[in-house]
């Protein structure tokens, strides 16, 4: 707990070493942001394709009754993966411009909202990241059940 | 540096780590732990389970040296790219470890080499991001 106070309580100066890191790491975050988008973009669109393609595919016919809504299903996932890509690099995005306009303009102001959508970005991908676990773990459970019922 | 344009930059600056950007660093260096841990977890677990299962990579042709050839030309691949994405996300860890090391000890020179593993993070993160970008147009072309 006193930890806790002592790093919250002090004001560190943000030096010119600091200002540099931050800098170019807001430099590449803007980068990394807006290939983020275009890609985000890209698989929003795509996914209305690769729903229709799937659709027209031509399936065996104990497959065919499900296929329709096997391509929804497929569209939705990549909707999801879409706005998920989206939202993070407008997290980082948010940051990178920030950030940059923190340092040229000294406003502390502008500098916590650079540093919250920073943490807002690195939340959202521990949580993405849990759920990946818990799905790996989950997928793992299963192949295990399965090999052991065969 | 020299100490002119340090001194000059550092009177520019008149930004400060106040209460409420530490919490915030408080709380980015433990999910970016929390995020590399998970990352050496399943990548070392992948790693090591194509290592034991050469038989997943068998091709069907029957040469004995041409599996053994993919296979180790697989490895070499998984192993250079895994080390490279591996050293990112060591950076990473080492940004939230220093990060939080440096505020508790009100230690400015911890801080700046968290930031400065922070960067080397996005730069290599950066440099793949570019690197896949020019493959992938070179496929389409």
């Known amino acids: 707990m006193n930890n806790n106070e002592n790093l919250l309580n002090n004001d560190l100066q943000i030096d010119a070493i600091s200002q540099t890191h931050l800098k170019e790491t807001a430099m590449w975050a803007r980068f990394l942001s807006i290939l983020g988008i275009v890609v985000g973009i890209l698989l929003g669109i795509g996914s209305f394709f690769i729903g229709a393609l799937l659709s027209q595919m031509s399936y065996p016919s104990y497959y065919r009754s499900g296929a329709a809504e096997g391509s929804v299903m497929v569209t939705l996932i990549y909707l999801v993966l879409a706005a998920i890509t989206i939202a993070t690099s407008l997290f980082l995005f948010r940051f990178a411009t920030k950030m940059k306009q923190a340092i040229q303009s000294s406003d502390q102001s502008v500098l916590n909202q650079s540093f919250l959508n920073l943490k807002l970005y690195f939340r959202v991908m521990g949580i993405i990241a849990a759920i990946y676990v818990v799905i790996v773990v989950l997928a793992m459970l299963v192949g295990l059940f399965a090999v052991m019922v065969r | 540096m020299p100490e002119t344009q340090d001194s000059i930059l550092?009177?520019?600056?008149?930004?400060q780590l106040d209460p409420y950007t530490r919490s915030c660093l408080i709380e980015i260096s433990k999910w970016v732990k929390f995020i590399s841990v998970i990352f050496f977890s399943i990548g070392g677990i992948a790693l090591l389970l194509m290592l034991f299962n050469a038989d997943s990579f068998s091709t069907d042709d029957g040469s004995v040296a041409y599996k053994a050839g993919f296979y180790i030309g697989v490895i070499i691949a998984i192993i250079l790219v895994g080390g490279v994405i591996g050293?990112?996300?060591?950076?990473?860890?080492?940004?939230?470890?220093?990060?939080?090391?440096?505020?508790?000890?009100?230690?400015?020179?911890?801080?700046?080499?968290?930031?400065?593993?922070?960067?080397?993070?996005?730069?290599?993160?950066?440099?793949?991001?570019?690197?896949?970008?020019?493959?992938?147009?070179?496929?389409?072309f």
Request: no cysteine; hydrophobic share 45%; aromatic share 12%.
């Open chain 2, 10 to 15: 550092g009177e520019l600056s008149e930004n």
């Open chain 2, 87 to 140: 050293m990112a996300f060591y950076y990473l860890m080492n940004f939230g470890t220093l990060v939080r090391r440096g505020l508790s000890t009100e230690d400015i020179n911890l801080v700046n080499r968290g930031l400065h593993s922070l960067k080397r993070h996005y730069v290599i993160m950066g440099v793949i991001s570019l690197l896949t970008l020019l493959f992938t147009l070179i496929q389409f």
